[in-house]
């Protein structure tokens, strides 16, 4: 049973939340579950997992949910995951990745575009991978590029082949740019010269059209820090979910018109709602939310429990109110800012000091817990993305009550390191 009992509340009737509230409980189990382990030690809290994949589904109200695998990097947790009714297929982030996890898996979409040819030729020379695998395209370019890669292949397969549309919000004319820069592809003309060129060449099958909408699914309504930023955050977020949804519905009605679509994807973790909503989507990608991680806990529509985290030892107290542990700069990608840095969860009372951070061999942590801690005790942290935990350490530990139930590779530790 999952330690935060309010997670699955009508937050509007409760209000607007801060991310999970840390419980004594928890702290309790993880420490007692590690107790034999040296540190760094990454855990999986199987009941916040389990909770959080269900709540993903109740989010998602009856459209399928596709495994964003790179915020969970873990094959062990993949599996656990599709194995549960209302997820199907992953969202890969390599063409070499979605090989490998092909060997295993029949439906995997590449979520963006790619210049890996040997990975693309050795998908094109095997039917069976081929038939697993859909690639991502955004231009002419890439396509061509495609092409080179096939034409040098004997016998290839047809290659499933997948549109991806910018999901941005465009204003003043195209003069603001409110979203991630992705695809070029950004009206139904553009999409639809496109989808044409993919269906004249019979190498290529086009299957379907991918739209993320990065501005609405990766911003929290609360951005960190920045209070005044949040009714300009949540304007920004209704508008977009308009426009992009009168948009993309254009798209695919156009797109339909050439091809026999297979899917229609968007969204992420933080935009199952509108994403959904939108009668044109046929399923939703999310895997952030399994993990939850600290960039997700300031959204209105949903709270996730903390089920990824990281244990690190402490090996000084240099002063009074202050410990040192082992470890810890284990940035986030993205913006530099204060909402990258790893976030010090249990026991509750610890933050960063400003002046030196998350270190690359040490961290000191302030706070009125540190007194209660002596050298070789634990601090446990949060990361600030999900799955690029698992690029740090070799084996999740997956916590069942106060129990290790099965310690397992990441990516890493299967020596696989794509990204």
């Known amino acids: 049973m999952s330690d935060f009992p309010m997670r699955s509340v009508d937050l509007e009737a409760a209000g607007?939340?801060?991310?999970?509230?840390?419980?004594?409980?928890?702290?309790?189990?993880?420490?007692?579950?590690?107790?034999?382990?040296?540190?760094?030690?990454?855990?999986?809290?199987?009941?916040?997992?389990?909770?959080?994949?269900?709540?993903?589904?109740?989010?998602?109200?009856?459209?399928?949910?596709?495994?964003?695998?790179?915020?969970?990097?873990?094959?062990?947790?993949?599996?656990?995951?599709?194995?549960?009714?209302?997820?199907?297929?992953?969202?890969?982030?390599?063409?070499?990745?979605?090989?490998?996890l092909a060997e295993e898996h029949a439906d995997i979409v590449v979520g963006y575009p790619s210049a890996e040819r040997r990975a693309i030729a050795a998908l094109a020379a095997d039917p069976v991978a081929a038939a697993r695998v859909t690639l991502m395209v955004d231009s002419p370019e890439g396509l061509d590029l495609l092409r080179r890669v096939v034409q040098e292949v004997a016998e290839?397969?047809?290659?499933?082949?997948?549109?991806?549309?910018?999901?941005?919000?465009?204003?003043?004319?195209?003069?603001?740019?409110?979203?991630?820069?992705?695809?070029?592809?950004?009206?139904?003309?553009?999409?639809?010269?496109?989808a044409r060129q993919v269906v004249a060449d019979p190498r290529f099958r086009l299957v379907g059209v991918m739209a993320y909408e990065g501005q609405v699914a990766g911003l929290p309504d609360r951005p960190l820090g920045k209070p005044l930023r949040a009714p300009v955050v949540r304007r920004m977020k209704r508008a977009s979910v308009a426009e992009l949804t009168e948009r993309r519905g254009a798209v695919v009605a156009t797109v339909r018109a050439i091809a026999d679509l297979e899917f229609v994807n968007g969204g992420g973790t933080g935009?199952?709602?509108?994403?959904?909503?939108?009668?044109?989507?046929?399923?939703?990608?999310?895997?952030?939310?399994?993990?939850?991680?600290?960039?997700?806990?300031?959204?209105?529509?949903?709270?996730?429990?903390?089920?990824?985290?990281?244990?690190?030892?402490?090996?000084?107290?240099?002063?009074r109110g202050i410990v040192t542990v082992a470890g810890g700069g284990w940035i986030a990608s993205g913006p530099v800012g204060p909402d990258r840095a790893p976030s010090p969860t249990y026991p509750t009372g610890l933050r960063l000091v400003g002046t030196e951070g998350a270190g690359e061999v040490q961290t000191p942590l302030r706070g009125r817990a540190a007194d209660g801690l002596a050298v070789g005790d634990r601090v446990w942290f949060r990361h600030a993305k999900a799955g690029e935990l698992c690029e740090r350490v070799d084996t999740v530990h997956l916590v069942s009550g106060s129990a290790i139930e099965d310690s397992v590779p990441t990516y890493r530790g299967e020596g696989r390191t794509f990204l």
């Open 16 to 100: 607007r939340f801060d991310g999970p509230v840390p419980t004594t409980a928890q702290h309790v189990r993880l420490d007692a579950a590690t107790k034999g382990l040296d540190g760094p030690v990454a855990v999986v809290d199987l009941d916040a997992f389990d909770a959080n994949a269900a709540d993903l589904v109740r989010r998602a109200a009856g459209t399928p949910i596709r495994v964003a695998s790179k915020s969970v990097r873990c094959r062990a947790l993949l599996r656990r995951v599709l194995a549960r009714p209302g997820f199907s297929g992953i969202l890969a982030f390599t063409v070499a990745e979605a090989l490998w």
């Open 156 to 194: 290839p397969a047809t290659l499933r082949v997948c549109l991806d549309l910018d999901a941005s919000l465009r204003v003043l004319g195209g003069a603001v740019h409110l979203g991630p820069r992705r695809s070029p592809i950004h009206t139904p003309q553009e999409a639809t010269r496109l």
């Open 271 to 319: 935009s199952i709602e509108t994403t959904v909503a939108d009668a044109s989507v046929t399923e939703v990608a999310a895997g952030s939310g399994l993990y939850s991680p600290t960039l997700f806990d300031r959204y209105d529509r949903f709270r996730g429990d903390p089920a990824a985290l990281f244990g690190l030892d402490v090996v000084r107290r240099p002063a």
